[in-house]
């Protein structure tokens, strides 16, 4: 068992988290939007998911990477920490890029 792999998620949203603060791009510009939207996303994922476990297209390989721990049979606890992680990077992204266009309309 191990915990390398949801570190490194764990870094990863300390990343967004930072870029986010520092470019008030997402949660620093409108938090309870931005907790909606988030919310969202990894629940639409996280039911895409399953719905991809359900029919057999989705199932958890074995890693020595990874805690070991499951949410629900085939997945595991760092797919919610990796849905996270892809729904905030897409929203900052999303947000840096009207950031950028707008400084360049100017």
């Known amino acids: 068992m191990s915990v ?7 870094f990863s ?12 791009l997402f949660f ?10 988030l919310g969202a996303g990894v629940l639409f994922f996280l039911a895409w998911d399953l ?3 359900g029919l057999g ?3 958890r390989g074995d890693t020595v990477l990874m805690t070991g721990l499951q949410l629900a049979p085939e ?24 950031l950028v266009l707008h400084r360049r309309a100017v």
């Open 28 to 37: 620093w510009r409108s938090p309870g939007r931005a907790a909606l939207v």
């Open 51 to 53: 719905l991809g476990i």
């Open 57 to 59: 297209i989705f199932y």
């Open 4 to 10: 390398l792999y949801l570190l490194t998620l764990l």
């Open 75 to 98: 997945l595991p606890l760092e797919e919610l920490f990796f849905l996270t992680f892809l729904c905030y990077l897409t929203m900052n992204l999303v947000q840096g890029a009207r």
């Open 13 to 24: 949203l300390a990343g967004m988290i930072v870029l986010d603060w520092r470019f008030r």
